[in-house]
Nanobody
Framework: QVHFVESGGGLVQPGGSLRLSCEAS????????AAWFRQAPGKGREGVAC????????AYADSVKGRFTISRDNAKNMMYLQKDSLKPEDPAIYYC???????????????????WGQGTQVTVSS
């Protein structure tokens, strides 16, 4: 079964940092472009960061550019999202998944195959 396990969420103060982790099961992550998504209450799921399967190029949504960093460790079949300078508007459930490409608006990326995992909750509060 193809699935994804997100972890690393939690409570952090504004301006703080978190590192989210994503473990891919049932497929080889190295062969796919992958991304992080998030969904806040009352909003749809949107892409926030993307990393390609080829040269590892990255792309970010305007709302997180300069603060979030996506990376991958193919040997461990894992992907990460380093979140710095967190803002009150960043709280959401974060998901990782393979996606078709990092081109176009990052916010509109879609799940490439498999199904959404449970996500990991990030709360920003003072």
């Amino acid at each position: 079964q193809v699935h994804f396990v997100e972890s690393g969420g939690g409570l952090v103060q504004p301006g703080g940092s978190l590192r989210l982790s994503c473990e891919a099961s049932g497929f080889t992550l190295e062969l796919y472009t992958a991304a992080w998504f998030r969904q806040a209450p009352g909003k749809g799921r949107e892409g926030v960061a993307c990393i390609t399967k080829n040269d590892g190029s990255t792309a970010y949504a305007d709302s997180v550019k300069g603060r979030f960093t996506i990376s991958r460790d193919n040997a461990k079949n894992m992907m990460y999202l380093q979140k710095d300078s967190l803002k009150p508007e960043d709280p959401a459930i974060y998901y990782c998944a393979p996606t078709a490409a990092c081109s176009g608006p990052i916010e509109t990326m879609r799940l490439y195959f498999g199904s959404w995992g449970q996500g990991t909750q990030v709360t920003v509060s003072s």
